[in-house]
Nanobody
Framework: QVQLVESGGGSVQAGGSLRLSCAVS????????MGWFRQAPGKEREGVAG????????RYTDSVKGRFTISQDNAKNILYLQMNSLKPEDTAMYYC???????????????????WGQGTQVTVSS
């Protein structure tokens, strides 16, 4: 059973940075797409960033391109989301998720992932 535990959320002023972490267990990293999603109050969940099972390909939703970076530490089984130049509209609950192959990291397509963490809150003030 794949388990994911997020950490690193918090409150920050606009323009600041945060790094989210997601500890992953119970999986074989080479067989899963990994992604970060977010959901703001009153809004639908949206995909933020995804990384392919071989770590060679990353994809981002348009609103975070150039500001957010997804990465994975294979040795530690940790998924990261580095968030720079944060904006108030980035405020949301952030979730990491995993999906076994075949899988999609095209965040524009709203991929459905099988395994989810409990979420970590990110609040950006203006």
């Amino acid at each position: 059973q794949v388990q994911l535990v997020e950490s690193g959320g918090g409150s920050v002023q606009a323009g600041g940075s945060l790094r989210l972490s997601c500890a992953v267990s119970g999986y074989t990293y080479s067989r899963y797409c990994m992604g970060w999603f977010r959901q703001a109050p009153g809004k639908e969940r949206e995909g933020v960033a995804g990384i392919s099972p071989n770590y060679l390909i990353t994809r981002y939703t348009d609103s975070v391109k150039g500001r957010f970076t997804i990465s994975q530490d294979n040795a530690k089984n940790i998924l990261y989301l580095q968030m720079n130049s944060l904006k108030p509209e980035d405020t949301a609950m952030y979730y990491c998720a995993a999906d076994p192959t075949p899988c999609s990291i095209d965040m524009r397509g709203r991929p459905e992932y099988d395994y989810w963490g409990q979420g970590t809150q990110v609040t950006v003030s203006s």
